[in-house]
């Protein structure tokens, strides 16, 4: 039987995951066998996973981080959902979480699974949360507020200061999705993290722009608090409590993220930024110089307005392109993508158009 082989990166354009760095890759196969779960047990990848949080810290302005290396964004979102819950255990007794409408499907999963009301509001006219529709949506019951640092169809910044600011006078926490945008933001003079506002909790995936294995995700919290209000007992293990949502897990994604951001961070990191950067700038403009509308990229991610016809010829010329939701074509700059790849595209685009 002929054995089945991934696909290259070469034509896979709207993918926020890529090819991982080589240490990485190692250090996922070293640790393959190993449960961070149990960290009384498996205490080298235990320390490796502390750390990787250290360095995830360091990255988002936290000095004291107090969190663990997920599955990736979703189940960091889903924590910080039921974190928030669960600190606010009893004095609210139905719960809501308040979102800008670009927040990342993974926040409707949570509402479902948790059994709490999610209210989304819309964003403005340059597709950031509208703090105005948010605090309009803010009540008692309003466990969480939620800002993303890097949306996942502009690349957007949500105000994230005004959004703290909103959520604590609520009595709410603040939670910001920066899953794909905490690896490119160090090196931006945006106001996002830890040390730009009083965020409560976070998401940053080393998985995505951090060049760690799948699966890499990461969530970090201010205070102690919002961990311990995670955790569960786990009476036959050596740990006696366990704070993340799966129970065994491999060490492959703890290992590469450590390995992945030890060799990358911050010179590294900032390299790549500043090249997708440039490539996003040089790629929006060549698509406008064809009449495109084009959003202006704040991070590295360009979405344009093109046709379905279009759109359809270049999926049928093997390219990985996906659209927003309202329809826009959207090319993320990921580590894999270069300018000769794009330069390739811009070719089908003419061919086809």
């Known amino acids: 039987m002929q054995r089945s082989v991934p696909q290259t990166f070469d034509r896979v354009l709207s993918s926020m995951c890529t090819d991982p760095h080589p240490a990485a890759r190692a250090a996922a196969e070293r640790f393959l066998a190993t449960n961070p779960g149990d960290p009384a047990t498996y205490r080298d990848v235990a320390e490796l996973e502390a750390d990787a949080v250290a360095t995830l810290g360091e990255m988002t302005g936290l000095a004291d981080p107090h969190g663990y290396v997920t599955s990736g964004g979703t189940e960091a979102n889903v924590q910080a959902v039921r974190a928030a819950r669960n600190r606010r255990r009893g ?30 509001v819309p964003t403005d006219d340059d597709h950031r949360a509208d703090v105005g529709a948010v605090r309009a ?101 050596e740990s006696t409590s366990q704070a993340t949502l799966t129970g065994t897990r491999s060490g492959a994604g703890v290992a590469s993220a450590a390995a992945a951001m030890d060799e990358l961070w911050p010179d590294g990191y900032r390299r790549e930024y500043e090249r997708a950067a440039d490539l996003a700038s040089w790629f929006a403009g060549e698509l406008r110089s064809r009449g495109f509308d084009v959003v202006d990229p704040e991070l590295p991610l360009v979405a344009a307005d093109v046709s379905d016809s279009l759109f359809a010829a270049l999926r049928d010329r093997e390219w990985r392109v996906s659209r927003t939701d309202a329809g826009h074509l959207r090319v993320v700059c990921m580590p894999h993508v270069t300018r000769e790849a794009l330069s390739s595209f811009l070719a089908d685009v003419d061919a086809v158009r």
């Open 137 to 237: 949506a803010v009540d008692d019951d309003t466990v969480l507020v939620v800002g993303v640092a890097g949306t996942t169809e502009f690349g957007r910044v949500d105000p994230i200061p005004e959004l703290a600011a909103v959520a604590h006078d609520a009595g709410a926490f603040l939670h910001v999705d920066a899953a794909w945008g905490g690896f490119l933001l160090p090196f931006t003079d945006r106001a996002w993290s830890f040390a730009h506002a009083p965020v409560d909790s976070l998401t940053v995936d080393p998985h995505k722009c951090g060049q760690a294995c799948i699966p890499a995700g990461g969530l970090l919290f201010r205070d102690r608090s919002g961990l311990d209000s995670l955790a569960v007992e786990t009476p036959y293990l």
């Open 91 to 120: 004095d609210v007794s139905d719960p809501n979480v308040v979102a800008p409408e670009s927040a990342h499907f993974s926040f409707n999963k949570a509402a479902d699974v948790l059994d709490v009301e999610l209210r989304l």
